[in-house]
């Protein structure tokens, strides 16, 4: 399913948010063109990333569904680590898949710089090692304790060590890296959602930012 980009221009001291640039402010009418910077149309960056096509990267999707697909913001979310062709390795109860479908909208979370260049040459064989191991195998998984991201954050731990570099707890690294981006999707998903049922969604702004 398409994106469906957003669309905000600033006027009458609100955030208006919208699918295409408004040629007249809806709130007051007036023409947004030549109405100055702050109500110049800015596109929001979309969170979701077309995970096949997010090389070594930790990505996240909903167990079901797609995210802009009618995402409830509470059903759980699958994990997976990409490999450098963009295949998803990820883990449940029938043991480690390598998908090449399925993960085309996702929250993406880099997992190695571009100056790494070991670890660039290394991912795929650290990956399909790991991945190898027995305790992945399908009667090891356990919903709550030894799951996806059970999986996938243990990849990132042995490449940590693999590097001599310290390992990270669950809530570290979940407070580090994934919260901040599920954050970010979270808001993402609630204009996406207003402008499904409208053409417009105003937010007043706090004073201070109220010019234009
Ligand atoms: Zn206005």
């Not at 007249?24 to 960056?45: D, I, K, T």
């Not at 027995?134 to 356990?142: I, K």
Request: charge should be neutral; glycine fraction near 10%; include cysteine.
């Amino acid at each position: 399913m398409a994106e469906g980009g957003i669309v905000r221009v600033r006027h009458c001291g609100a955030a208006i948010f919208c699918r295409r640039a408004p040629a007249r402010c809806p709130a007051c009418g007036s023409p947004l063109r030549g109405a100055g910077l702050p109500a110049a149309p800015v596109r929001l960056p979309g969170p979701f990333r077309h995970g096949h096509r997010q090389p070594r990267a930790l990505l996240l999707r909903p167990a079901a569904g797609t995210f802009l697909g009618g995402y409830d913001g509470r059903s759980d979310l699958h994990v997976g680590v990409s490999s450098s062709q963009g295949v998803v390795y990820n883990y449940d109860e029938e043991g480690v898949h390598r998908a090449e479908t399925g993960w085309e909208q996702c929250i993406s979370i880099p997992l190695v710089q571009p100056d790494m260049f070991g670890l660039l040459q290394q991912w795929d064989k650290l990956l399909e090692e790991f991945s190898a191991g027995e305790d992945w195998l399908p009667h090891r998984y356990d919903e709550h304790d030894h799951n996806c991201y059970t999986y996938a954050l243990a990849f990132v731990n042995s490449v940590l060590t693999a590097q001599g570099k310290q390992q990270m707890s669950k809530s570290e690294f979940t407070e580090r890296f994934v919260i901040p981006r599920t954050k970010q999707a979270s808001r993402y998903l609630t204009l996406h959602q207003e402008l499904t049922a409208k053409d417009f969604y105003i937010v007043p702004l706090p004073d201070g930012e109220n010019q234009g």
